[in-house]
């Protein structure tokens, strides 16, 4: 790997606070090994620390303390940002966020400099003849927008392509969105499609939301925390706080992981399983707890559906079948589920799961989702406080930009594509500046099928594989004309696997335009010399909005500064591209009292957030700024109103709000819903009940799944159940399409019914391509003695616009193991990186931590193939091969013998690295003065060529590779 900086180790303005230095002492061993130690503990661990505050009190003149969010992961810190005359100089805990209480992690104590980077991109950016040219912004929009008009007039709207961010605030997400509606077409999706669209489907089939059902903080009282694919102590590190709170309390903590994690390393129980295993594993466990009697009948009884037939294949999962599978003894399968049903805490906690793209990244991550769901289910552990789902979401604020769907096949707030739908969304629209249904759908193509449909109706292509949209070439695309432009703002290209075709595809567009605070790969992977422009965002701390962390809480993000170089924030780019398209008046949101010269003065976050709120139904996405901000108001001392325990405020104006206000928040009065599902509390005070949006199999009519109705099989409920409501109190989903509601509906939480019904989870999800989830082996294998038994799924000849090929690829590769590729590559993070890492590697202070990219080996491994610890080696699989260090280690496995060779091996790489391409580097691609510090290889150039039935997240946790010495 190669770095740029010459003299690292610096001083950083980096110290210990006594603070921090109490909470180390307490946590000891434990939170030195979760990512959160000082620095003295290992520069590869994270820091609880915080900048070294100058000599001047914030009482000074021209000094101000801003209440703000971290932009790394999803777990939504707090932090004061340090203001001297205009100027970032650092940042201070904020002690009184109930979240995070002042604690932060090594990515989030370099929110200054990376805020202040002089290696970000700062004007907009034209290549020609080669040659990086800056241009003016004017310059710049009005070619981009000539050419879309171009691309538009000549091959339809569908031939861009519009990848956004969950980088961004959930303002400027939902006008990305709207902005890629008016210019007529789905094909827009964001980086939520390859990191949790799978938790979304999985969740959201089995019991309505796809979201983490408890809070962060709420782990603090669970009596078993299981993790399942999820490294937190390096991917959300601050949220580790809350777990070892829970274990000195008396829970258990397990972490269920291919390799031994620095999770695994304060865990009570770590338990190794084969990656692309997790079903079989989980309904293993779940098998031990029916056959013992320990599962909840009367939970199942009152509250869920389809239980019988979700038995008849679970029972087939004995823990002997489960070892032979997953690698884990039938032994160490019956003591996890005797705690999974005892929480080891004792009687009266619950249980909760916790995953992130370990479990979700795989060919049936939607169906590892919904296993995990229905465990949570067996035992009634889901509505209740410890208990749930926990998806440990990615980014700053991927839940918003879901939320907010930008997504090829949902509208704002999780509203489909059909005509009701769009009707919805227009009908909001018009309330800012006239359109029309009619006028909405004019901008759309009719379907190449010549059926007569609107592709207005009809799901656009994922991120995963637009490159797929370009070439056009071995999956041939279901609109009238391949892609020839795309927009990547605010995303890191290389997150995304089958890298080879991307560049191919990069190469080809007409144009490609990248938006980001960083010239990123959208600037340098493609070798081309021109047909690239690149145009300076500002970051989320030069510009005011909200964002929502992964447990469906909402913050406001106050700016820090104001923007930085050229950079602008995300809602005028977009507004100044709808002014030259002619539809500018829809993005048009201006506040006279902000300043002439303010960059958000015609883009008012405020007023964006206002029309979100008139529209967002499905979520019940209740929160103005004024009501953000009034919470922000009341943590003003060491003495927050807002309890650390439960997030409620115990005192003051704001008795009885929930911190963020989680949704579904059903009115502008109502206090927020911490706790998916929970109805031992009235629906005021924050309680929940499953949706009945499920209707009988076959059927979009007739009785919901509800306890008083029918199911699908006839057979009757125990009460008192109920249909989503109109807000007359009618059956209806009126709740869902009504506007300006939020009156007649505090009507029906008055008589503690709550307007989306009362109704009842699946175990059975009959309407999925499994309707209860089995095991199916990856598409690369390792035993191909399994395949015939646990097949794939069989190709798909078209699912968002393209072909899938599942059972071809599995049966041309079936044997893979033995023709080379003997070892099982899987990927994941590192606690001092974030994403594609196009800011993390340009910061000093993290590339100082982490500086070079690495394959961990296990030491058999490396003594057998000759490779000495931090060699250079090559990992290769059929995409291509990858040049990173070797980190020799026994946190992988080292396989077994079979057939006189050793195969099942691990191989682990972290996927936040480029710059290289196969070895070669091409960081003189980037402009001159934008380079990152530390450079390498992807790993995502070489991972499988597989998605997820469902949602078509790509697959980067099980394929096959080989690795030998550079």
């Not at 992961?73 to 203001?83: E, I, L, N, Q, W």
């Not at 696997?497 to 595809?505: C, F, G, P, S, V």
């Not at 340098?524 to 690239?532: E, H, I, K, N, Q």
């Amino acid at each position: 790997m190669a770095t740029r900086m010459s003299s690292i180790g610096k001083s950083n303005g980096i110290r210990l606070s006594r603070r921090t230095f109490t909470k180390l002492s307490a946590l000891g061993t434990a939170a030195a090994l979760s990512g959160i130690s000082s620095a003295s503990v290992s520069a590869k661990l994270g820091d609880l620390i915080m900048p070294d505050p100058a000599s001047a009190s914030p009482e000074e003149a021209g000094v101000r303390l801003i209440k703000s969010n971290c932009t790394h992961c999803a777990v939504g810190c707090g932090f004061h940002g340090r203001c001297e005359n205009g100027v970032c100089t650092g940042i201070e805990p904020w002690l009184e966020n109930p979240i995070n209480t002042g604690s932060m992690c090594s990515k989030g104590t370099s929110i200054a400099e990376i805020l202040n980077s002089e290696l970000r991109l700062k004007h907009p950016m034209k290549k020609t003849g080669g040659q990086w040219v800056q241009i003016t912004w004017a310059a710049a929009l009005d070619e981009i927008a000539n050419k879309m008009k171009e691309i538009q007039a000549r091959d339809g709207p569908d031939s861009i392509m519009y990848i956004g961010s969950a980088k961004m605030s959930n303002e400027s997400c939902y006008l990305f969105r709207k902005f890629a509606a008016f210019n007529g077409t789905n094909n827009v999706d964001h980086q939520a499609r390859i990191c949790h669209s799978t938790t979304v489907a999985g969740l959201a089939n089995t019991w309505s939301y796809g979201a983490m059902t408890n809070p962060w903080n709420d782990m603090r009282h669970s009596g078993l925390i299981m993790f399942f694919g999820e490294n937190a102590a390096e991917s959300h590190p601050v949220a580790m706080l809350h777990i070892l709170e829970a274990k000195r309390r008396g829970a258990k903590f397990i972490v269920c992981d291919p390799r031994f994690t620095k999770s695994a390393a304060v865990a009570d129980q770590w338990v190794r399983f084969r990656s692309g295993t997790d079903i079989a594993v989980l309904w293993g466990i779940a098998n031990v707890i029916v056959n013992n009697n320990w599962h909840n009948p009367d939970f199942i009884e009152k509250r869920t559906y389809g239980f019988d037939q979700w038995w008849d294949v679970v029972k087939n999962y004995t823990p002997e079948v489960v070892e032979d599978i997953s690698w884990v003894p039938a032994a160490t399968i019956r003591q996890l589920a005797y705690d999974w049903a005892h929480p080891p805490r004792g009687p009266g906690t619950a249980a909760c799961i916790c995953w992130a793209m370990g479990a979700t990244q795989h060919t049936v991550g939607t169906q590892n989702i919904r296993a995990m769901a229905c465990l949570e289910l067996l035992c009634g552990h889901v509505g209740k406080p410890g208990g749930g789902t926990n998806a440990f979401r990615g980014h700053d604020n991927v839940q918003g930009s879901t939320d907010m769907c930008i997504l090829s096949h949902w509208l704002p707030s999780y509203y489909g594509l059909t005509e009701k739908a769009w009707r919805h969304w227009v009908t909001v629209w018009n309330m800012h500046a006239p359109i029309t249904y009619e006028e909405m759908k004019a901008k759309f193509a009719d379907h190449p099928a010549g059926s007569g449909n609107s592709l207005m109706h009809v799901s656009g292509i994922t991120v995963s594989r637009w490159y797929e949209g370009v070439l056009n070439r071995e999956f041939p695309i279901a609109q009238p004309n391949p892609i020839k432009m795309v927009f990547v703002w605010g995303h890191s290209l290389n997150s995304i696997t089958e890298m080879k075709r991307m560049k191919e595809a990069m190469e080809k567009v007409e144009l490609l335009v990248g938006v980001d605070p960083h010239a990123t790969i959208a600037a340098s992977l493609a070798d081309r010399p021109d047909g690239v422009i690149i145009l300076p965002a500002s970051t989320q701390f030069e510009q005011d909005g909200s964002c929502n962390n992964s447990s469906r809480e909402t913050q406001w993000r106050n700016k820090i500064v104001e923007p930085l170089y050229e950079s602008r924030p995300d809602g005028w780019i977009i507004r100044e591209l709808a002014n030259r398209l002619g539809f500018g008046a829809h993005f048009t949101y201006e506040d006279a009292s902000r300043a002439a010269s303010d960059w958000q003065r015609m883009v008012s976050p405020e007023q964006v957030l206002n029309e979100i709120s008139r529209g967002a139904n499905v979520i019940m996405m209740r929160r103005t700024a004024e009501r953000l901000k009034a919470q922000q108001l009341q943590c003003v001392t060491e003495c927050s109103v807002f309890s650390p325990e439960d997030l409620q405020a115990k005192s003051g104006p704001l008795t009885g709000e929930y911190w963020g206000l989680p949704w579904p928040c059903w009115n502008h009065q109502h206090p927020g819903t911490p706790i998916l599902y929970r109805n031992d509390i009235p629906i005021w005070e924050g309680g929940n009940e499953f949706r009945p949006r499920f209707r009988a199999a076959g059927s979009t009519a007739g009785n919901p799944i509800s306890d008083d109705g029918v199911s699908q099989l006839g057979a009757s409920y125990i009460g008192p159940g109920y249909d989503q409501k109109n807000s007359d109190g009618t059956d209806g989903d009126g709740w869902i399409y009504e506007i300006d509601a939020d009156e007649a509906f505090k009507n029906l939480l008055n008589q503690n019914i709550c307007p989306s019904g009362a109704g009842r989870a699946r175990f059975r999800a009959w309407d999925l391509p499994d309707p209860v989830p089995v095991h199916r082996e990856p598409l690369e294998s390792p035993r191909p003695d399994l395949i015939d038994k646990y097949p794939t799924y069989d190709d798909v000849a078209n699912h968002y616009r393209l072909p899938i090929l599942y059972k071809t690829i599995q049966q041309q590769r079936r044997n893979l193991v033995n023709e080379g590729y003997p070892f099982i590559l899987t990927t994941g993070r590192q606690v001092e990186h974030m994403g594609g890492g196009a800011e993390t590697r340009s910061c000093h202070y993290l590339v100082e931590l982490q500086p070079e990219c690495y394959a961990e080996i296990h030491p058999t491994v490396a003594l057998e193939l000759g490779i000495h610890h931090w060699d250079f080696v090559w990992v290769e699989t059929l995409r291509g091969r990858c040049k990173v260090r070797a980190y020799v280690t026994e946190r992988v496995n080292e396989g077994v013998i079979r057939g006189g060779k050793r195969v099942e091996a691990t191989i682990f790489i972290p996927y936040h690295w480029a710059g290289w391409f196969e070895g070669q580097s091409y960081a003189n691609r980037w402009p001159a003065g934008t380079e990152e510090l530390a450079y390498g290889d992807s790993v995502n150039i070489i991972c499988v060529d597989g998605y997820d039935r469902s949602t078509v997240m790509q697959e980067t946790k099980a394929c096959l590779c080989k690795v030998y010495k550079a």
